[in-house]
């Protein structure tokens, strides 16, 4: 007898299983569902404040003079690191978000969950090109 015999048929929360439920999606797959759309609304809102973050720390480090001069490495990872997180922190939950309703059985969830891994992929990227031609 293995331990999936032993519990009962809906609780699935210790188990581990990842598997897409067919049938009806439950509450909390339409609730993880609603804050993967909410958490890529918050996008905008995180773009400005992590080059609020990024400005802020580059004028800590003495570099606030302006953009168009060039960047020590340091200086560049040690503004840019935290400002990239503020900027990733809302495209990492509506991946999480919507990877959960997805498993819950809400199938459109996945639109949210690609949104926000493409937008993830899609930072990491420009960051990387404006950060190493110039070095």
Do not use: C, K
């Not at 609304?41 to 004028?59: D, H, I, K, N, R």
């Not at 900027?87 to 990877?99: F, I, K, S």
């Amino acid at each position: 007898m293995s331990s999936d015999d032993t519990r009962s048929s809906g609780d699935t929360r210790s188990s581990g299983d990842t598997r897409i439920r067919p049938g009806r999606p439950g509450a909390d797959a339409g609730r993880d569902y609603r804050d993967a759309w909410l958490a890529l609304l918050l996008l905008p809102v995180a773009y400005l404040f992590a080059v609020v973050v990024g400005q802020a720390l580059l004028g800590v480090l003495g570099h606030a003079d302006g953009v168009n001069a060039a960047l020590p490495a340091g200086a560049a990872l040690l503004a840019g690191i935290p400002a990239l997180l503020v900027l990733l922190a809302p495209e990492e939950e509506a991946v999480r978000h919507g990877l959960r309703a997805l498993r819950g059985g809400r199938r459109a969830a996945m639109v949210p969950a690609w949104v926000g891994g493409v937008a993830v992929a899609a930072v990491l990227v420009a960051n990387a090109l404006a950060f190493f031609p110039g070095r």
